[in-house]
């Protein structure tokens, strides 16, 4: 079973405030994404990486940083959090681009 | 682009109907499709999906979808729902270059 953690759950910052996101896979997969989810526009997709040390721009990169520190852990930077990026934040993996993702459990995030 | 169109955003029905959710995509090569389902506070996992072969692919409790190229469409079954299939509903299309992509999801109620 594919297996995709996230931390924290759930976060609550201020306007300007500097939050990290973590997600670890153990499944040895390639590629790992960071998506935010909302209402009326599904999930959107920030940031991906295919490696240690690689990051590739998704749909929605304004305003977040993304790195990739080993195979197995996706960190998503917020350096100024915005009212705008409350959302839900999900992280996922595939061993291939057009494969399978596995979703982690996501983060709530509420900036206040 | 790839897209995927969900056209209908909530669906009620009662327990022991029948369910059929439409997703319609739009790419221009032979598409990955994927069925995922979100169940409340909770990540998005696999129902099914669809690479090749047999148009008509199984997937977990008792869901189905068939791939039919000439409509491009990925339609959802189920024959029989339980008051457990209450969830988000989420069809997405994937391809080497870009990943997948997600319609907005049907949101599923069913009653008893």
């Known amino acids: 079973e594919a297996a995709v953690t996230q931390s924290p759950r759930n976060k609550v910052t201020v306007t300007g405030g500097n939050v990290t996101l973590s997600c670890r896979q153990t499944?040895?997969?390639?590629?790992m994404y960071w998506y935010r989810q909302d209402t009326g526009h599904g999930l959107r997709l920030i940031h991906y990486s295919y490696g240690a040390g690689n990051l590739q721009i998704g749909d929605v990169p304004d305003g977040y940083k993304a790195t990739r520190t080993t195979q197995e852990d996706f960190f998503l930077l917020l350096e100024l959090a915005s009212p705008s990026q409350t959302s839900l934040y999900f992280c996922a993996s595939s061993d291939f681009i057009q494969d399978t993702q596995y979703f982690g459990p996501g983060t709530r995030l509420l900036v206040l | 682009a790839q897209s995927v169109t969900q056209p209908d955003a909530r669906v009620t029905v009662s327990e022991g109907a029948s369910l059929q959710l439409r997703c319609k995509y739009s790419y221009s090569g032979t598409p990955y499709l994927f069925w995922y389902v979100q169940y409340p506070r909770q990540g998005l996992q696999l129902l099914l999906k669809?690479?090749?072969?047999?148009?008509v692919v199984q997937g977990v409790n008792g869901f189905e979808a068939e791939f039919i190229k000439s409509n491009s469409s990925f339609h959802l079954r189920k024959a029989s729902v339980h008051w457990s299939d209450s969830a988000v509903y989420f069809c997405?299309?994937?391809?080497?270059?870009?990943?997948?992509?997600f319609g907005l999801g049907t949101r599923v109620s069913v009653f008893p």
């Open positions: 997405a299309v994937s391809n080497y270059a870009q990943g997948l992509t």
């Open positions: 669809y690479y090749s072969g047999d148009p």
């Open positions: 499944n040895s997969h390639n590629y």
